[in-house]
C-alpha cells in the first residue's frame, strides 16, 4: 500500500510539473517596452483569454536575444531587425513576426548648449555634440536603442570617447532619469520618453530622420533546438500579438492622450 501511494504521489507532482510548465511562457523583451507600460495592457489580456501566464524578462535587446539563444525563453519581443534576422538564420529563432514601430528620438537640455535643435540629420547631430563634447549618455547595453546609436556615431565617422560621453550599461528609463540628471544628451525610443515625460526636463532636439525608424518584432524560440520550451505558448502568444485584437491593443495604447506604438502586423 505504502508502495502504491508513493507512486501516486510521484505521478501526481510529475502531473503537477507538466501542468505548470504548460501553464506558464517566458518572454524576453527589451526595457523600453516594459518601460512604455504595453505590457501591463497586452498581457493581461492575454492571459485572460488562454489561461497562460507570462512570465516578463526586460532587458537589452542583445541580453533578450542572448536568453532565446540559451533556450532560456520560449519567445522574444525586441526591436533590433539585423540581431533579429541572424538570430533566426543561426536556427535559435522560429516565426518572426512583425509587431509594430515608433521612432528614436534625441533628447537634451531645454538650453541646448550643442545647439542641435530642429536638425533633421541623425549623424550630423552626434557630431555637433561630440564637438561641443557636450555630456551625453549612452545605453552602453547592446540593446536595440544602443545599436541604432553606434550605427550613427559610425555613419558620422566618429568613435565617442572622453569624459564627455558616459556609457551607463543600463536600461532605458535608468538612462533617461541619469540624462535627466546630468542635463545631457541621449537617444532613446519615443514610446519610452512619452511614458516617463512627466518625469522629466529633457526636450525632443531632433527627429524625423528615416534612419530614427523602430521597427518591433516577435520571435519563437526554435522547438527543434530547445525541445521543452512551450513553443505552443510561445505561438499562441505570438499568434495574439499579431491578431486584429492585439494589434488594436496596440493602436489604443496612449499616454497622457499621444499614442506609443503602431501596429504593423496587419499591413
Not at 518572426?96 to 540629420?121: S, T, Y
Not at 512551450?230 to 502568444?237: F, I, R, S, Y
Request: glycine residues 10%.
Amino acid at each position: 500500500m505504502k508502495r502504491i501511494l508513493f507512486t501516486l504521489l510521484v505521478l501526481f507532482l510529475a502531473a503537477v510539473c507538466v501542468f505548470g510548465e504548460a501553464g506558464r511562457l517566458r518572454m524576453s523583451t527589451t526595457t523600453s517596452t516594459e518601460n512604455s507600460g504595453l505590457l501591463t495592457v497586452m498581457l493581461p489580456a492575454f492571459e485572460r483569454m488562454t489561461g497562460l501566464k507570462v512570465d516578463v524578462i526586460a532587458v537589452g535587446t542583445g541580453k533578450a536575444l542572448a536568453l532565446g539563444e540559451h533556450g532560456d525563453v520560449d519567445a522574444v519581443l525586441v526591436h533590433a531587425r539585423e540581431a533579429e534576422d541572424a538570430f533566426v538564420a543561426k536556427g535559435f529563432g522560429v516565426n518572426r513576426r512583425d509587431v509594430m514601430h515608433n521612432d528614436f528620438i534625441i533628447l537634451g537640455p531645454k538650453e541646448d548648449p550643442a545647439g542641435i535643435r530642429g536638425m533633421k540629420d541623425a549623424g550630423a547631430a552626434l557630431k555637433r555634440i561630440s564637438g561641443k563634447q557636450a555630456s551625453f549618455i549612452s545605453r552602453g547595453d547592446n540593446s536595440g536603442t544602443h545599436l541604432k546609436e553606434k550605427q550613427l556615431w559610425k555613419e558620422a565617422g566618429i568613435q565617442p570617447a572622453g569624459r564627455w560621453y558616459k556609457e551607463a550599461g543600463q536600461g532605458m528609463g535608468a538612462v533617461l532619469i541619469m540624462a535627466n540628471d546630468m542635463q545631457g544628451y541621449t537617444l532613446a525610443d519615443r514610446g519610452t520618453y512619452l511614458a516617463m515625460r512627466d518625469k522629466l526636463q529633457l526636450s525632443i532636439l531632433v527627429e524625423g530622420d528615416p534612419r530614427l525608424f523602430n521597427p518591433y518584432g516577435i520571435i519563437a524560440v526554435n522547438p527543434k533546438r530547445y525541445p521543452s520550451i512551450n513553443h505552443d505558448g510561445a505561438m499562441k502568444l505570438i499568434d495574439f500579438i499579431t491578431s486584429k485584437t492585439g494589434q488594436e491593443i496596440i493602436a489604443s495604447y496612449k499616454v497622457n492622450g499621444e499614442i506609443l506604438f503602431f501596429p504593423d502586423a496587419l499591413k
